[in-house]
């Protein structure tokens, strides 16, 4: 019956849930919350599945197509498809919001149906960004997403949380109005459509690719976000709740590296040709710049922020190298990044639910009291160190090999993360797991729960799956990358 | 049952224990851990052994088990390549592997991490045989960093003591430095050759032999040599060669079955396995060649004069480990890839034992490690000190025993090494016998001769059981049968497998076609010429420099440690600076921890107190932020309200206009 509106439930599901628990209303109903939470969630994820199962990989085509006329003055429409690109990140991100769900349970005690409902909105949202295929459908899914994180972090945030909420709304605003002029403009570029595919082939001259090129790049860059646009992550993580971290950077990250696939690669190939050297110098600064401020952070919600920022500039890194090796190991690297990220902001709320402290000083010694999370950390942490079998190594790998080809130097640069980023982490891991318990409270610190194992579990399930057996991921990816990149390949000046 | 079956049981078995050990630890207790771990090694080894007569019948085998990824025509593989390169790795490595798992029952005893150190050693064996059996670069990649990883884990084992979690935070990232050069390698293999699989790879390698690549403007580097000297900066992470051998030593916080496993006979020579199974490509470039030649010479002789200082009896090993693996170096740069992997054989046997007996004596000295404090323990232990004899033999190369064959056959090699730097390698080698014999008995001599010095120990355990103290004052006596039993088990090797394989190994057929050596390179003909037989060998060495250099040394020692043990000290005092150096390790470590650690954290530091926060955030977000509410601070001064105000700025502007108008006109 649905068979033909998979992508609309996939939007509209987690919506009308956080709908729904929105309607328990206060807390005294928060058991309820959750439990509608919970449901929604997981139907949310349900409803996903026909996308993996219905996928046809020998195509690049979009498929689970939805068109239907919107605002039929301007011709705007509700175009829904997806491809090898976008529907891993659906999945991913349907998956991610169950977690959040399951995680937030206990913590989040104030509040709760509307923490609830916040995250999954943003998550039929989110999945919208993927799916949307007309601009300006895109358009408001982008920006609509901002207004539950925003409050996510404004309202359940740490002491400094309007800052950093203002911090990082005004940042993203600023960089997506100025792709809405460009949207306008290729609106009337392309004979009166926003229809994103239809932009695809539009004709452009260089100086109109060359301005479009950096609105897009800042719209989808500050959200990566690259360096030097990134300074609100580590703000926003810092005050963010648990949840509010793990779907800052598990998905909304994505969104962005997303937008350079879908929006500058295959409209402006001339200019992201001509302007590479530019986005691969960014991307490069991100790897080696940022590995370095990360080993001196203090906070470890701080140091997870900065090493999301170096593993996202791969993903940028390898999208510029022009090939299916770069392109899909930025996407691998996409993924991955979601999963270890996820769990490294997870471990990190485990240890905070219990210390409240962020702070690496105040930790030390935590094997001795809780042996089960001290392995759980370190599968992830290991990942994040791009360890050969876990996920975070196949992006890195992908991303690495590609670059060697397009030129040796790149790929120098980008591989001091096997320095940077093992030494990072693992200092941090050394300083807080390892040693003797020096700090009181540390001694009264409990094992990981039942509901944590079964949260981080999965997540290794996928670290390790991935890192074994990356083939299912890259088979989906495969086709539509070769298409993109073909594509790419072809000038669009008059 | 088929071959496939049977390569697939190798590395599986030991995989299986690793993970009943390690998930379901607490169900199995501790004897189901080391039953269910010894039995997987047990059965790999048994496997490895069926594998190894299949490959000597003349079998080889090259497959894919699983397509681990695919981009249409580029595909990554995980696969076995078994030929006798690999058969004789993988007998070693489940051999070594069942008497350390053997032993560990006995070491780990009263250690209430069993389980997880049983878990961590079988997981070792499966990450070490996947790096030995594997058909390419990416699996090549896997094991390499999957050792580093246990390594890593079993380093810093007792997590609480504080030199074993800065041990192993230092080897991982070492090794890491090390995996730089390697990926870039390996990056670049794929770049030109369009594939990772070895049997692809060799084969197109010699159409490559004249291929440049620039690597800055006007400077063309032969395509070989570059991806000849960043894969071997790989090995130089693991293989621990200068400058990078800086983990090896204080590895030894580990327990000690494992700096005998990993440290000693297997993981760290997974450098020297990498570059004879790479011979195909490294013998395209004399300049990677003499690289690996340098270093090679560089370890084996400057790390052996650190053993001569070190107390620790640890140490002592590790350093003879280090220059040990400096002696294959030197043999790959000599092209006698056949040799160096004879030596790693040999090696792998006689330093095993060596570090065993190194921890039956720990056992019995509960726990101290320092040499000056023990003496006479040849009557107390019978079993250890004959199998260490025996080991230290081996080592400094006594005619007949195994080391003797495979260090013998390096410095011949060198010798006749064509290489320009050949000639200074080669007095490294020489020097270095004698360095060894030295140090190595220096050592045999304070643990089991001269006097009993035991009771005089300050009671400084390595380890942080507490079971050192109350013993202390007993007198010490032989470790029970697992210990014991591994011990003898080595020896016999130590003793003969160079006297039984030097002929097939080095002048036989057996490594056939899988190790290639260029017809510039004749070393291996020229040494086969001067060969007859082992027995002959054995017996013509009383004639070598080699032989009477060894002679020297062990009676150096024994003069020394035995006869005046005054004179090292006064040597020491006359010496400072010296002394001074060896014991500081030539300053390496201070070096590094300057320049690497606080030299990042500075530059970390910098630029984040200076790019991220003073001038992004501080001048361009938040000043833009300020900015825009100085401007508005004056503008909103303007909007005052008074009627006035606003109707004398209009007269002011009226009049500017008219003024202006009038000057136009």
Known sequence: MFGQSILSLVIWVPILAGVAVLATGSDRNAALARWIALAGALLGFIVAIPLVTGFDTSTSAMQFVEKAAWIPAFNVHYHLGVDGISMPLILLNSFITVLVVIAGWQVIQDKVAQYMAAFLIMSGLINGVFAALDGILFYVFFEGMLIPLYLIVGVWGGPNRVYAAFKFFLYTLLGSLLMLVSMVYLYFQSGGSFDIQTWHTTTLGMTAQTLMFFSFLLAFGVKVPMWPVHTWLPDAHVEAPTGGSVVLAAITLKVGAYGFLRFILPILPDASHELSWFVIALSLIAVAYIGLVALVQADMKKLIAYSSIAHMGFVTLGFFMFSPLGAEGGLVQMISHGFVSAALFLCIGVMYDRLHSRQIKDYGGLVNKMPVFAAFFMLFAMANAGLPATSGFVGEFMVILAATKVNFWFAFVAATTLILGAAYTLWMYKRVVFGNVTNPHVEEMRDVNAREILILGVLAVCVLAMGLYPKPFTDVMHVSVVDLLAHVAQSKLP | ?665
């Open chain 2, 1 to 665: 049952m088929d071959m496939q079956t049977l390569y697939l049981i190798v590395p599986l078995a030991p995989l299986f224990g690793a993970i009943v050990a390690g998930l379901f630890g607490r169900l199995v207790g501790r004897s189901g851990a080391h039953v269910v771990t010894i039995a997987g090694v047990a059965v790999s080894l048994i496997a490895s052994w069926l594998v190894f007569q299949d490959v000597r019948a003349g079998n080889t085998y090259n497959g894919t088990v699983y397509t681990w990824m695919a981009l249409g025509d580029l595909s990554f593989e995980v696969g076995f390549l078994i030929d006798s390169l690999t058969g004789m790795m993988m007998l070693v490595v489940t051999f070594v592997s069942l008497m350390v798992h053997i032993y560990t029952i006995g070491y780990m005893h009263d250690d209430p991490g069993y389980q997880r150190f049983f878990s961590y050693i079988s997981l070792f064996t499966f990450s070490m045989l996947m790096l030995v059996m594997s058909n390419n670069f990416l699996q090549l990649f896997f094991g390499w960093e999957a050792v580093g990883l246990v390594s890593y884990l079993l380093i810093g084992f007792w997590y609480t003591k504080e030199t074993a979690i800065y041990a192993n935070l230092k080897a991982f990232l070492v090794n890491r430095v090390g995996d730089f050069g390697f990926i870039l390698g390996i990056g670049l293999v794929l770049a030109h050759f369009g594939t990772l699989d070895y049997a692809t790879v060799f084969a197109r390698a010699p159409s490559f032999a004249n291929d440049t690549i620039v690597l800055w403007p006007d400077a063309p580097w032969s395509l070989m040599t570059v991806i000849g000297i960043l894969l071997f900066i790989g090995a130089m992470g693991k293989s621990a060669q200068f400058p990078l051998h800086v983990w090896l030593p204080d590895s030894m916080e580990g327990p000690t079955p494992i700096s005998a496993l990993i440290h000693a006979a297997t993981m760290v020579t997974a450098g020297i396995f990498m570059v004879a199974r790479m011979s195909p490509l490294f013998e395209l470039s004399d300049v990677a060649l003499s690289f690996i030649m340098v270093i090679g010479a560089i370890t084996a002789l400057f790390m052996g004069f650190l053993g001569i200082v070190q107390n620790d009896i640890k140490r002592v090993v590790a350093y003879s480990t280090l220059s040990q693996l400096g002696y294959m170096t030197v043999a790959l740069g000599a092209s006698a890839y056949s040799v160096a992997v004879f030596h790693l054989m040999t090696h792998a046997f006689f330093k095993a034992l060596l570090f065993l007996a190194a921890g039956s004596v720990i056992i019995a000295m509960h726990h101290n490690q320092d040499i000056r404090y023990m003496g006479g323990l040849k009557k107390y232990m019978p079993i250890t000190w004959i199998t260490s004899l025996v080991g230290s033999l081996a080592l400094i190369g006594t005619p007949f025993l195994s080391g003797f064959y495979s260090k013998e056959t390096i410095i011949e090699a060198v010798k006749l090494s064509h290489l320009p730097v050949a000639d200074v390698a080669y007095w490294a080698v020489l020097i270095g016998v004698f360095v060894t014999a030295f140090y190595s008995f220096r050592m045999y001599f304070l643990v089991f001769h001269g006097k009993e010095r035991f009771h005089q120990g300050h009671a400084h355990g390595n380890e942080p059981d507490a079971h050192h103290v109350e013993h202390h004052g007993g007198t010490p006596h032989e470790t029970p049968w697992v210990v014991t039993g591994p011990l003898l088990a080595l020896a016999l090797p130590s003793l003969a497998i160079g006297y039984m394989t030097i002929e097939p190994m080095l002048f036989g057929d057996y490594f056939g076609s899988a190790i290639y050596v260029a017809d510039r390179h004749p070393v291996m003909h020229e040494l086969n010429q001067h060969f007859h037989g082992a027995a002959a060998m054995g017996l013509h060495a009383v004639t070598t420099l080699p032989f009477w250099l060894a002679v020297a040394g062990v009676g150096l020692a024994a003069f020394f440690y035995l006869k005046r043990p005054d004179i090292p000290a006064a040597i020491a005092q006359r010496f400072r600076f010296l002394h001074q150096l060896l014991l500081n390790k030539y300053w390496f470590d201070e070096l590094y921890s300057w320049v690497f650690a606080k030299g990042a954290r500075l530059l970390g530091a910098t630029l984040w107190r200076r790019g991220d926060q003073n001038v992004i955030d501080g001048f361009f977000v938040n000043g833009t932020a300020h900015l825009v509410e100085r401007v508005s601070r004056l503008v909103k001064a303007f909007q005052s309200g008074y009627i006035y105000h606003y109707a004398f700025a209009m007269l002011i502007g009226v009049f500017a206009l008219v003024t202006w108008f009038a000057r136009l006109n």
